[in-house]
Every structure is written in C-alpha cells, then in structure tokens.
C-alpha cells in the first residue's frame, strides 16, 4: 500500500487538517492516510490535551472516511516523539508498504533542523501540502540520497488549532472548524476552557 502519514499535535484536529490528508490521497494517489497524533512534541512546551484525548478526537474525526486511519505509534511511545523514530518503527513495521510522509508548507522549511533529517529524507518520500497564507515553498530534497520530495497542490481551509482554542476558550463556536463528534468532545471533555 501506498500510505500518506500525517502527523501533528492534533491539539484539536480540525477540518483543515482532514481537507489536507485527502487533497494529499487524491494528488498522490494514496491507499491511506494515517493519522499519527504526537505523545510528547519535542518543538512544543507541551499539548494543551493529553496524548489519548488528542488520540481519541483524530479516531473521531477520520471515523466517516474509509481512506483514513489513526495510528498510536507516538502516544504510545515514551519520551519526544521525533518523526524520524517514528518513520523508522513504521517502515520496520511496514516493510511492504510504500511510506509518504506529508509536511505542510508551514513547516517544509523547518525540516532541515529536525533530528537526523538526512535519514529521514531516506527513510520516506516527503510531500508538502500547500498550506492557506503560507508562500508556495521550493520543494527541493535537501540531501542527495533521499526518496524525493513532492509538491501537493489543491484545495485546503484557512484554520488552525491555536484559533479553535481560543475560540473555545472564549466560549464561542467551532461548528464547522471542527467536525461535530470533535466539538462534542471537546465540550465533554472541558477541554481548552
């Protein structure tokens, strides 16, 4: 199979994140896309949601497409979670598989200063999904060796995670930020109040 990874805080997931993963499985031509919901980010002080709560709500806002999957390799594994451990365990793993993992064009730029990005580079192509507001980056692999880098152009929406919770923490709606099980989740929870 060839499977798009998508990974992230998730903190919440939102409708721009589920427009990115198939606009990505319909310009790569994608059996699946995983959803991998970071354990512990590495770039962040920590997530405002725990790991299974920010697990919990990607199972629930990929449930109603049958080309979506939630992973738990990283809320699983103990201590940072750095994608190029994860592309590792996953391509062991999944040895038959044909690994792409998606970047927005937001963070296409930071790549190179991620841990061990040359192996990460030979471990999985890499796709940048243009981003709303973000410059049309150069996709360019960054070292010789790699399994190349693609550019996925196609529709995506203008939201983001900080902005859901701001909202919610204002008390005010994220119907159609977020879907519907994610926002009722979120409510239950008393998650970003």
């Known amino acids: ?5 998508l990974g992230g805080t998730f ?3 939102h409708l721009g994140h589920l427009r990115a993963a198939e606009t990505a ?3 790569l031509g994608l059996d699946l896309v995983a959803f991998v919901p970071s354990g512990e980010p590495p770039h ?3 997530a405002l949601a725990s790991a299974l709560d920010r697990y919990t709500m990607a199972c629930l806002a990929s449930a109603g497409n049958p080309y979506f999957a939630v ?3 990283e809320v699983l594994r103990a201590g940072p979670s ?9 391509c062991a793993e999944r040895p038959d ?3 792409v993992l998606l970047v927005g064009s937001d963070t296409w730029p930071e790549m190179a200063g991620w841990r061990d990005p040359e192996r990460l580079f030979a471990l999985a192509e890499v796709a940048v999904v243009d981003r709303p ?4 980056p150069n996709v360019v692999a960054p070292f010789p060796g790699g399994r190349g880098v693609a550019r996925v152009e196609g529709p995506s929406l203008p939201i983001s995670a900080t902005q859901v919770r701001e909202r919610v923490g204002r008390g005010l709606s994220v119907r159609y930020l977020v879907p519907g099980t994610v926002a009722e989740f979120i409510a239950r929870r008393g998650l970003y109040t």
């Open 82 to 90: 750095y994608t190029v451990d994860t592309l590792a365990t996953l």
């Open 133 to 136: 507001g973000e410059p049309t």
């Open 1 to 5: 199979m060839r499977v798009g990874l």
């Open 97 to 99: 598989d044909e690994l």
């Open 25 to 27: 499985r319909e310009g």
């Open 71 to 73: 992973w738990d390799t």
């Open 11 to 13: 903190d919440p997931v």
């Open 44 to 46: 962040r002080t920590g």
